[in-house]
């Protein structure tokens, strides 16, 4: 059902949150954009601006991982402004409310974090950017660090085992983390609501998850200002500014 307007639509999700015991978010780029941080597929995100480049081409080359690294730095005044907005509060007030157990996430921008939740409470499907791993051994590294070794000689590789460093983040064509997956289908199954936030959920597998708390007999909820390809399952789907929308549930 798509709520007529923003008023109904809050007032129906209260109902839904008021009568769930364990709520499940599910939050992609768009529960961001009011932060500053740019999505990949509203006009002018970043998709239309930069071809992202694939896991193999970044293990193949260093121009790619020069040219990667060369973007990540272009956006570190844009992460490090940002601050958690009224979507990233209101869940985190939920969350200390102990009505969410933990959320998922495709974002990479440590938001939820920011907002209060405890890192294992955030289950990074995409990773994290905000700092570095070795491809290969999977030291982490922080990104200060790999802006010296950038500024001098280019991207860097580890100091340990030689394979090249990376932002912490799964890029297309990278294996997904195996143990954030497990998670993520074992709370989507578990919940009794899932309420999908800011997500275009066309990136897979990551889509699969709001579809998968449904056929467990979740009721499902898509806050996103476009269509998406899961309206049609979704019991209320609420097509306005996420901010707006959760704004009323901050601070709970
Ligand atoms: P997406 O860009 O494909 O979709 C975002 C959706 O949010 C769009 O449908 C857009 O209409 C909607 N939206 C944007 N701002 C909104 C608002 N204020 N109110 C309501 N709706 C709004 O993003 P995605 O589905 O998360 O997939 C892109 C992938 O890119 C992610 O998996 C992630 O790994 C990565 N990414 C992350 C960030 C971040 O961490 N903030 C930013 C860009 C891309």
């Known amino acids: 059902m798509i709520a007529k307007d923003i008023q109904s639509g809050?007032?129906?999700?209260?109902?839904?949150?008021?009568?769930?015991?364990?709520i499940v978010p599910f939050t992609g780029a768009g529960i961001s954009t009011e932060c500053g941080i740019p999505d990949f597929r509203s006009p002018g995100g970043l998709w239309t601006r930069n071809r992202p480049i694939p896991f193999d081409e970044f293990v193949a080359s260093q121009e790619?991982?020069?040219?990667s690294w060369r973007r990540r730095f272009a956006m570190e005044a844009?992460?490090?402004a940002a601050k958690?907005?009224?979507g990233h509060r209101a869940l985190a007030s939920l969350y200390r409310a102990g009505k969410i157990p933990a959320v998922i996430t495709q974002n990479i921008d440590n938001l939820h974090q920011q907002s209060g939740f405890a890192p294992d409470r955030v289950i990074e499907l995409h990773g994290n950017t905000t700092y570095a791993r070795c491809i290969g051994c999977g030291r982490a590294y922080d990104l200060g660090w790999?802006?010296?070794?950038?500024?001098?000689s280019g991207a860097p590789d580890c100091t340990d085992c030689g394979e090249p460093v990376k932002t912490a983040t799964i890029s297309f064509g990278q294996a997904m983390p195996e143990d954030a997956m497990e998670r993520a289908s074992e709370l989507s199954r578990s919940c009794?609501?899932?309420i999908a936030i800011g997500s275009s959920l066309v990136v897979w597998p990551?889509?699969?998850?709001?579809?998968?708390?449904?056929?467990?007999g979740a009721r499902l909820v898509i806050i996103n200002r476009e269509p998406t390809d899961q309206d049609d399952l979704a019991d209320l789907v609420i097509r306005h500014d996420i901010g707006d929308t959760l704004g009323p549930f901050v601070g709970n």
């Open 64 to 67: 790619a991982r020069d040219e």
């Open 206 to 216: 990551a889509a699969g998850f709001p579809m998968m708390a449904k056929s467990a």
């Open 146 to 152: 790999v802006k010296q070794r950038f500024d001098d």
């Open 10 to 22: 809050v007032e129906r999700l209260g109902e839904m949150i008021a009568a769930a015991s364990i």
């Open 192 to 194: 009794d609501l899932l």
């Open 78 to 80: 844009t992460f490090a």
């Open 84 to 86: 958690p907005g009224r």
